[in-house]
């Protein structure tokens, strides 16, 4: 076992025993919220959790956005883990099916981890409806390539079927806009909510050439 490949298998079992301690922590003061206001409490809960998703969503967009069109495989740091799986994906779609659950969320849960730390010393003064927001972007984020592992199943078992036909988790079908070339679209991949926006305001075309130009005009400096 390559080290790697240890990283990854941490990373995962970390991140799952900071969610629970985290939501361990949150627990309380919503319990206490619900036995005054349960009407309330329910509408402010599924709110954050709204929230936390579409946070997730926009961040994977961004993330595959920027890991498609900028740098490459020798980026320091990103290149290997980011930018190489993005890139090879597109001649080998099929490939991310045959990555284990620890392959396909490790290096996930390593960038998630970092911001996860920075937040249980800020959780005080937060909201408990931030932090369930929170805590389930975080949570969202660490799932979207296991989401997006399932877009690219030809027969996904029913269950997952049922998620992705309502739009709970990325659709198949939506995600194949992605994979048509030029592959410059949809790159939204938690649950693709944010692709027909972007779509509609072309989104992360302005976004492109804003940062080329940003790039050309340091470079002329």
Known sequence: MNLHRKLEITSVFLFLVSSIFLFWNILPSFYAYWQTSPFTSGFYFVLSLSAGYIAADFFSGMVHFLCDNFGDENTRYFGPAFIQPFRMHHSDPIDIT?????????????????????????????????????????????????FHKWAHFENPPRWISMLQTTGLILPRTMHSLHHTPPFSSHYCITCGWLNPLFEFVKFFPKLKTSIESIFLLNKKR
């Open 98 to 146: 045959k990555h284990d659950f620890f392959e396909t969320n490790g290096n996930t849960c390593l960038v998630v981890l970092p911001v996860m730390s920075v937040y249980y010393f800020l959780e005080e003064s937060l909201s408990v409806w931030v932090s369930f927001s929170f805590l389930f972007s975080m949570t969202s984020i660490v799932l979207t390539n296991q």
